[in-house]
Each structure stands twice: as structure tokens, then as C-alpha cells.
């Protein structure tokens, strides 16, 4: 079936640091990819989404490259802000089973000032 | 308008009392869902309603009675629930759920605040 692997939390880093969030799948042929964040006490939002092969989505300084060779979807930004804090959810809709969303772990992020 | 809105945003029930969450859409999505989030843990599926009609259901108890009156309202009723079922019921919509081909596009979910649940 499908699944994702997210790189376990949590992660700390200073304003302005470099962040990678790895993301990797298990899915039959092309599933669209997402990445969800939830700040504290509120639902999930869509940060960006890529639905073939080496589409990049980006949103808010962060991207992600759909890496079919990989089966990657790697979460980036180059500067970091205090207000980026939140947990980070890498998801999958297949093609078959279309109707579900599965979820990677989630990855706490926390940015210092 | 984009949002997907959820009422009440925090209820706290007995185990013996029966109420129910309200989820609306104004975005012509025809399919909705409901996931059930504990803390520190990623939303896990409850129900799918496509096109009004009840799609899948996770397994999921009868205590949790799910309704989808018309096109833009999702309900879950909630019945002699557990402590153990207390967390955030989150609601999403997106557009029709397709069966793709491959390299075919499914659409994303859009989600609301949540209802934060605590059962006694």
C-alpha cells in the first residue's frame, strides 16, 4: 500500500539556518505529493503540492521537488523565520485509493531567534 | 471564499451525552472528509462522502455517526464516547474524488480549524 516516511522531529534550528525536511514514498505509479503545516492549535494547511515528476511546488520561500527516481519530496527553505515554528506533514494521494490522504509522521520544527 | 469552517471549535461532553460537530464549505467541493488527530500524531482518516454519499469508512465505531445533509455540510454525531476519544476532529473538502489515470491529478484537501473534543 501507500505510505510516507518523514525524518523524525524534532527539529531545532536558529532564524536564517538552512532547512531540509526529508520526505519518501511508497506509492504505485504517480500519486500527487503535498506538504501540510500545523501551526499550534490550528488545523492543517496546504504549503505546496507537485503532482508529476519533477514538478517543483513552492510557496512562502519553501520548495520541494517531486523526485521520481528518488521517490522523493524533500522540504526546503533557505532562511528560516521564528514564525516557520509549526509541524510539517509530507502526504501522498495515489492513484488507486484516490480518495485517501496518508500522512508522514509530522516533524516538529522550532526556529530560535 | 476558501475556508472550510468547523463548530463549535471546543466541546467537552460526558460519556453518556450525545452531541455532534458541524463542519460547512462554500467551495463546490463535492467530496468531504473527517480525520481524527491525537496529539503529536498525524491525522488519520474517519469518513469520506463523495457526492453526498458515504464512500468509506475507516472502521471507525458506531458511536460516531456520521451525516452529509446536502453538498457544503459535513456531520459527525457523537454518542456515549470514550475518554480515550478525546482530540482534534478535523474536517476537510476538496473537489471530486477521480479515479485517475496515470499521471492524472487528484486534487488537495482543504482543511478547517478543528473541533478540539475532551470526553470526561
Known amino acids: 500500500g501507500n505510505s510516507v516516511t518523514q525524518m523524525e522531529g524534532p527539529v531545532t534550528l536558529s532564524e536564517e539556518a538552512f532547512l531540509t525536511i526529508n520526505c519518501t514514498y511508497t506509492a504505485t505509479g504517480y500519486p500527487s505529493l503535498f506538504w501540510y503545516v500545523q501551526y499550534p492549535g490550528e488545523g492543517l494547511q496546504l504549503l505546496l503540492k507537485a503532482t508529476k515528476a519533477d514538478d517543483k511546488g513552492s510557496n512562502k520561500g519553501f520548495e520541494a521537488t517531486y523526485r521520481k527516481e528518488t521517490t522523493s519530496f524533500h522540504l526546503e527553505k533557505g532562511s528560516v523565520q521564528v514564525s516557520d515554528s509549526a509541524v510539517y506533514f509530507c502526504?501522498?494521494?495515489?492513484?488507486?485509493?484516490?480518495?485517501?490522504?496518508?500522512f508522514g509522521q509530522g516533524t516538529r520544527l522550532t526556529i530560535n531567534p | 471564499d476558501t475556508e472550510v469552517t468547523q463548530t463549535p471549535k471546543h466541546l467537552v461532553m460526558g460519556m453518556t451525552n450525545k452531541k455532534s460537530l458541524k463542519c460547512e464549505q462554500h467551495m463546490g467541493h463535492r467530496a468531504m472528509y473527517w480525520y481524527k488527530q491525537k496529539a503529536k500524531k498525524p491525522p488519520e482518516l474517519m469518513f469520506v462522502?463523495?457526492?453526498?454519499?458515504?464512500?468509506i469508512n475507516e472502521s471507525v465505531p458506531s458511536r460516531f455517526s456520521p451525516e452529509c445533509p446536502n453538498s457544503s455540510l459535513l456531520n459527525l454525531h457523537l454518542h456515549a464516547l470514550q475518554p480515550e476519544d478525546s482530540a482534534l476532529y478535523l474536517c476537510a473538502s476538496s473537489h471530486s474524488v477521480l479515479q485517475t489515470t496515470s499521471g492524472g491529478r487528484t486534487g488537495e484537501l482543504f482543511f478547517g480549524e478543528g473541533s478540539r473534543l475532551t470526553v470526561l
Open positions: 502526504a501522498l494521494k495515489g492513484i488507486q485509493g484516490a480518495q485517501k490522504l496518508v
Open positions: 462522502y463523495s457526492y453526498e454519499k458515504l464512500s
